[in-house]
């Protein structure tokens, strides 16, 4: 075991005075983050961000049915669920819906109260602006939704005329009634939490991975250097036994990884502000993610002979799992895309921490058993491999 | 001629690194791709049902369905699609109780679960969702309006599906207005455009390593020690940086028209681009060539440089979607001016004459960087 630790702090030592380190594992990913949440924000999906829809009304009914829409209307507002604009007609509507100021506008048409009472036809127009489809849908439901109690009270009327139990003079009176009617079936809402990272922390997270990947990476390029210099022959001729020698160099990758992560996520949540929720379950998932990614770096390494092939192998395992993650194109969740990912360590790091970010610290125990899982996979056959490799 | 030689040198160099077949030909194709992928699905909110059969529940999801504003996709289980809605696999879940068509059938009412997080556009869906329960429930309330004033259930249920077809109706029409932001826009396209400008500007910049390299082992320096002069030597490196990027671009474009049928708008006015463009990219290279000493540093902030340039010039997200804040710091990327000169051709049938000003920009930026560098060259050159 003293071995392995000289090794590692040697390793270690080495490699704090190539300045690079600090460049890959701390400077890039912040200030790649850095530029992603000012170009993203909160916009990457629906993620993260309260989302408020802006629909204009353009009321030119003049009468009761445009006086209950309205107050529709003002109770959406209340709830905060849409922004509303009141708009002076249809011109005004068209116009706000083509420049894009509102999604979307609805337009209550001239005797529409009078249509709706006589029951005859009547057309509310909902203009939506071409680049807001989900406000048009949303402005379209309202009215709809508004287009159905009317008519379901007409319904009713009409029903009991045609099964004779009431007079036709009696029908505008039933109207009323008609309208007054409760629901039959009511929305009861859940708020759910939101098991996801918000754009910040998911940005520094995704990418401190992917950097982790060329810190990891070096463990076993060190090994394939000294080979090349002839020190790993002397380091083989000394009393220890031979997987001491990558445990020891993996074991200061670990450690610079772990360092810098850490640095990262205490940084990132000072000065971007980014929220990564319980620090215990952070701290085991930051294990996780290290180990897993050395574990594959050093397999990887493992099957090049020079430090150059194996820097490039990396790299490329490296980009490709990361590009899987989602880090540099964030996919559209749900989709079969999102379930290719799970194959890349990178994606339970960042589902790791999205459970986290609306739970407890146990909930980021499933994916800190896989990430183990990887690690120890990856890990064994690695260390097989390359102690293999390191004949002299 | 000398010039020519350093730079067909430092081409093929480039051609015969293993790791090229990755980086330059096998990673922008597939980016390209995953990006397109991103555009092929449908760009609606998914809203999860959890139903056991019955006449109340089909009817919803069918409005659901046929009201066009969202996917609907079933679960059997509450909890499993709970999840997806906290990790924004789903928009908003609803849950039809098993019951509802019994509880309904004895004259009761009933009450259907939304699920939904607070963030992102579940909240709104619910309106979606009250639309199709109060049209699924409209025959309902109109029998029992008629049962109350002492209809038969039967008769009545039987008069209020015939007068639902009659009865005069409040519609809701829709139109769309405005200028699409996209149009005329492929699947692959945008992808295409923005990923070409950033591969072309980092390959460049990943390639200075091999310039470094060269001072390192000293290969500058010899060569300074032939009859050749610095500036030969300055030049050859720069023209064989262009030639790298300029290949790096051609072959995105090349491929990406063939594979995706991507369209690249006037093809003047594109070559124009990538020859200006791969300018760009060869004097940004040399830049990093000239003042990095270390090799694996530059690799590290050239990675962060290209990324982090594409990505303020419009290549992540496209210009139209950014502030206007954002939007001037993009003016100082060379990027974004590739990208808007990209737009213009492919999305406005733009021609040559119609982008002088963005490849007289992208020029001067590659006539400033290429100065710079020069200059730094040649000093580090007769200094050694």
Known sequence: MHAVWLIAKNDLALRIRDRSVFIIGIIAPLALAFIFNLIFGGGISDVGDTITLHVGVANVDGGPVGEAFEEVMDSLVADGFIELTVLDGRAAAQAAADDGSIGAAIVLPIGMSDAVIAGQDANIEVIGNVDAPTTTQIAASIAEQFALGARTANLSVATALATGVVAPQDAFALAAEASAAPPIVTIGTVKAATRQLEASAFFVAGLSVFFMFFIAGMSITSMLEERREGTLSRLLAAPIARWSVIAGKSLASVIIGIVSLTVLVIVSSLIMGAEWGNPFGVGLLVLGAVLAVVAIMTLVGAFAKTPEQAANLQAIVAVTLSMLSGTFVPFAPGGLLSRISLLAPNSWFLRGLGDLAGGVAADALPAFGVLMAFAVAFGSVGLVVAGKAMQP | ?384
């Not at chain 2, 594979?259 to 760009?280: E, H, M, R, Y």
Request: hydrophobic letters at 55%.
């Open chain 2, 1 to 384: 001629m000398k010039i020519l030689s350093i730079a067909r040198v430092n081409l093929v160099r480039f051609l015969r690194d293993r790791s090229t077949v990755f980086f330059v030909f096998v990673l922008p194709l597939g980016i390209v791709m995953l990006i397109g992928a991103q555009f092929s699905g449908s760009f609606l909110p998914i809203l999860g049902v959890l139903a056991t059969d019955g006449a109340f529940a089909d009817d919803l999801i069918l409005r659901l369905e046929d009201g066009g504003g969202v996917e609907v996709k079933l679960f059997d289980d509450e909890d499993d699609m709970l999840l997806s809605v906290e990790r924004a696999n789903l928009s908003a879940g609803v849950v039809i109780p098993a019951d509802l068509d019994e509880v309904l059938a004895n004259g009761g009412s009933a009450e259907v679960g939304f699920m939904s997080r607070p963030d992102g556009v579940g909240p709104q869906l619910q309106v979606v969702v009250a639309e199709a329960v109060a049209g699924a429930s409209e025959q309902i309330i109109a029998t029992r309006f008629a049962v109350s004033k002492g209809a038969e259930p039967e008769a009545a249920a039987t008069a209020a599906g015939e007068a639902a077809a009659a009865v005069g109706t409040l519609t809701v029409g829709r139109s769309v207005a405005g200028e699409a932001l996209f149009e005329n826009v492929g699947q692959f396209d945008i992808g295409a455009s923005s990923q070409l400008v950033l591969f072309m500007f980092l390959t460049g910049l990943t390639g200075s390593a091999v310039i470094i390299e060269n001072r390192q082992l000293g290969m500058t320096t010899r060569m300074a020690g032939t009859p050749t002069s610095v500036l030969t030597i300055v030049l050859g490196e720069a023209l064989g940086r262009f030639a790298i990027v300029l290949t790096q671009g051609l072959y995105i474009m090349g491929a990406t028209t063939l594979l995706f049928g991507v369209n690249w708008g006037d093809p003047w006015g594109a070559a124009a681009v990538l020859i200006v463009f791969s300018a760009v990219g060869a004097g940004a290279a040399m830049l990093f060539g000239a003042f990095f000493k270390n090799d694996q540093q530059a690799g590290g902030v050239a990675i962060v440089a290209a990324i982090g340039l594409a990505a303020l010039g419009g290549s992540m997200l496209p210009l139209e979607l950014f502030s206007d804040t954002l939007k001037t710091v993009a003016k100082f990327t060379p990027h974004a001016w590739a990208n808007e000169a990209f737009a213009e051709l492919v999305r406005r049938d733009a021609v040559v004459g119609d982008i002088l000003l963005q490849l007289g920009v992208m020029a001067a930026f590659a006539v400033a960087l290429l100065a710079i560098a020069s200059w730094r060259m040649h000093s580090v050159i007769t200094r050694a």
